[in-house]
T-cell receptor, first 110, second 111 residues
Framework: SQQGEEDPQALSIQEGENATMNCSYKTSINNLQWYRQNSGRGLVHLILIRSNEREKHSGRLRVTLDTSKKSSSLLITASRAADTASYFC??????????FGGGTRLMVKP | NAGVTQTPKFQVLKTGQSMTLQCAQD?????MSWYRQDPGMGLRLIHY???????DQGEVPNGYNVSRSTTEDFPLRLLSAAPSQTSVYFC??????????FGPGTRLTVL
């Protein structure tokens, strides 16, 4: 079974609004990563947050990690139509293998 | 660097046929993995390798074989294709617990 579970499964917002996606996982991790997948393409790495970090920023992306709740969130601020994609969290645990969640499909309407 | 390359991009097989999906990376990464992605779903790990000569099973290994004779190459073999193996297959590579780089995928249909 998948380690990470994203919530919501689908999200539709207007351009300019913020988008928040959540990820919950089950076992202890070394780090948690977020990836983006445009339709019909491979996954592209967005950001990595280590287990001893609580928050990380990269451009319009903000990631938080709460290891006590085994959860993470990805916030995309001031969304653009080009942000339309599926977003996946992936956890790296012992053995450092990555396990992916089911993804959140984000639609940003112009 | 070409990154992670996969061939072919598309493939149609008949039930029972065998084939090999090719994957290569030129970044000298130790870790390589194969995932499958079914429609509307996340990625499931099929097999992975932590270095040349070392492979291990992931979440859904049945019906697939891998080998890692070199650092660069990590082919995935379908032994006897079944319709349940219709999926998009992604190869990925990375150094230790860091950013994973994905190939463009192979879209496989088994009739």
């Amino acid at each position: 079974s998948q380690q990470g579970e994203e919530d919501p499964q689908a999200l539709s917002i207007q351009e300019g609004e913020n988008a928040t996606m959540n990820c919950s996982y089950k076992t202890s991790i070394n780090n948690l990563q977020w990836y983006r997948q445009n339709s019909g393409r491979g996954l592209v790495h967005l950001i990595l947050i280590r287990s001893n970090e609580r928050e990380k920023h990269s451009g319009r992306l903000r990631v938080t990690l709460d290891t006590s709740k085994k959860s993470s969130s990805l916030l995309i601020t001031a969304s653009r139509a080009a942000d339309t994609a599926s977003y996946f969290c992936a956890t790296a645990g012992t053995g450092n293998m990555l396990t992916f969640g089911g993804g959140t499909r984000l639609m940003v309407k112009p | 660097n070409a990154g992670v390359t996969q061939t072919p991009k598309f493939q149609v097989l008949k039930t029972g046929q065998s084939m090999t999906l090719q994957c290569a990376q030129d970044m000298n990464h130790e870790y390589m993995s194969w995932y499958r992605q079914d429609p509307g779903m996340g990625l499931r790990l099929i097999h992975y390798s932590v270095g040349a000569g070392i492979t291990d099973q992931g979440e859904v290994p049945n019906g697939y074989n891998v080998s890692r004779s070199t650092t660069e190459d990590f082919p995935l073999r379908l032994l006897s294709a079944a319709p349940s193996q219709t999926s998009v297959y992604f190869c990925a590579s990375r150094k230790s617990a860091t950013t994973q780089y994905f190939g463009p995928g192979t879209r496989l249909t088994v009739l």
